[in-house]
């Protein structure tokens, strides 16, 4: 008998159920079932469609060997713990994905993660934290010309983000030039490309072609610290624990791409130990400390989080900007963290997943759920916009945000 049986949940980005393996996501299942194995928890990877409710078993898949090109396909017991691994927000909203994940909540209620986060609702959870807030930086939804002109007039330079958005799709940077505005986008995947307009229509016509309708928020700009002189920022990962603590795990930089927006590898940005870029931007006598501080913040933000969407949760990682002058800024908080490219983060993590696991089989008791309909869950659909909506705070509140600059440079 396994110690617990771990089902990874997920489907075609659609939200279909699979028919068979797929890169690159499966290259982290076969990862984590190998581990299962050191740790005797049974893993195995499944879509809703394979799961036989009346005889309580389900058909999932299973890689053999050291690598992850060689699958079975079997029946298996019902999952003690179920990994959302649903790979988009689409999928998330797939009639067969809701059913499923409601049923494993009514049935023991050990389903992690819930669900995916968005911008706004990290604005929403942790815009009024008394500690927290100052971490972000001034956030307003993208509701119509006039609000962000005046936005962008105040803060010179702004970042317009998709809501829902990710990879940097979509992401633009709007910026107040001498002759009239500069935008540089991500139109989708490939490199950023830029245009100059004299007028305030134009920029606006051509930031509605990109936004296409979707729910924006438009984001002051933060003047990122810089290694070798490009731009970078880091990807914090955090995990839950039996002890209902939630630890930092790791954390890696990411150097922007010449003349990129972001960060992201696929766009150009390049890999950097967290270490190697602080040192880079601060000095090494300061690397500890940031560290230490950056590691904080990680484990309060997804605990707050956590607190304000009142669904469980095991891993979230952490998108944070450090700025010239060493202040520190939350961008995004994801539920659903990709694979880290750090070999030793990743091992670190998953072994502290199944540690996880083998716990809440155990222990976690399925009382502690809350009735159907009672605490309803946050859906990335149902979270409105922005709290602090509506008009952009005063410009006298910009200069007062955080505190004085820790780190001398
Ligand atoms: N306000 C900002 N100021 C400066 N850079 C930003 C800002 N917001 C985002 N970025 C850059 O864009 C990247 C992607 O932003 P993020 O909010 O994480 O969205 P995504 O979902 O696309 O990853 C960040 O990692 C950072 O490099
Ligand atoms: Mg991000």
């Not at 540089?184 to 296409?212: E, K, L, V």
């Not at 990129?260 to 931007?281: D, N, S």
Request: glycine share 10%; hydrophobic share 40%; aromatic share 10%.
């Amino acid at each position: 008998m396994p110690r617990a049986v771990l089902g990874i949940l997920t489907t075609y980005p659609d939200g279909s159920s699979v028919r068979g393996p797929r890169w690159p996501q499966w290259r982290s299942f076969a990862e984590i079932i190998r581990h299962g194995r050191k740790q005797d928890v049974l893993v195995y990877v499944f879509s809703p469609g394979g799961v036989d409710w009346r005889r309580r078993q389900v058909l999932g898949w299973r890689s053999f060997g050291q690598g992850a090109r060689r699958w079975a396909l079997g029946w298996f017991p019902m999952p003690d713990v179920v990994y959302n691994r649903v790979p988009s927000r689409t999928a998330e909203r797939h009639p067969s994905v809701r059913a499923c994940l409601r049923r494993f909540l009514a049935l023991h209620g050990r389903v992690f993660n819930p669900h995916y986060l968005n911008k706004s609702a990290l604005q929403r959870a942790l815009g009024r934290h008394p500690k927290l807030s100052r971490h972000l930086p001034d956030t307003i939804p993208l509701t119509g010309p006039a609000v962000l002109r005046r936005f962008a007039d105040t803060h010179r330079r702004v970042y317009l983000k998709a809501v829902g958005g990710s990879l940097g799709n979509g992401t633009m940077e709007l910026a107040r030039t001498a002759s009239g505005w500069r935008l540089r986008y991500n139109p989708g995947p490939g490199r950023t490309r830029t245009a100059s307009f004299h007028t305030w229509p134009g920029a606006w016509t051509a930031i509605q072609r990109i936004t296409r309708g979707r729910p924006y928020l438009a984001q002051r700009a933060i003047a990122l610290a810089r290694a070798d002189g490009r731009p970078f920022d880091l990807r914090l990962l955090v995990q839950k624990h039996p002890d209902g603590r939630w630890r930092f795990t790791g954390g890696a930089a990411r150097v922007a791409g010449l003349g990129q927006i972001t960060t992201h590898v696929p766009r150009g940005g390049r890999r950097m130990a967290m270490e190697e870029a602080l040192a880079k931007a601060f000095g090494p006598e300061y690397t500890a400390e940031i560290g230490r501080q950056v590691a904080d913040l990680a484990e309060r933000a997804a605990a707050a989080m956590e607190a304000a969407t009142k669904r469980r949760f095991i891993e979230m990682s952490m998108d944070l900007g450090i700025d010239d002058r060493g202040r520190m800024w939350i961008f995004e908080l994801n539920a659903k963290p990709l694979r880290f490219d750090e070999p030793d983060i990743q091992q670190t993590r998953i072994a502290y997943l199944l540690d996880y696991v083998v716990w809440a089989a155990r222990e976690m008791s399925p009382i502690s759920v809350p009735p159907p309909g009672a605490n309803a869950p946050v859906r990335n659909d149902e979270i409105p916009l922005l709290k602090a909506a509506g008009a952009p705070r005063p410009v006298a509140a910009v200069g007062s945000l955080p505190g004085r600059p820790r780190f001398p440079r």
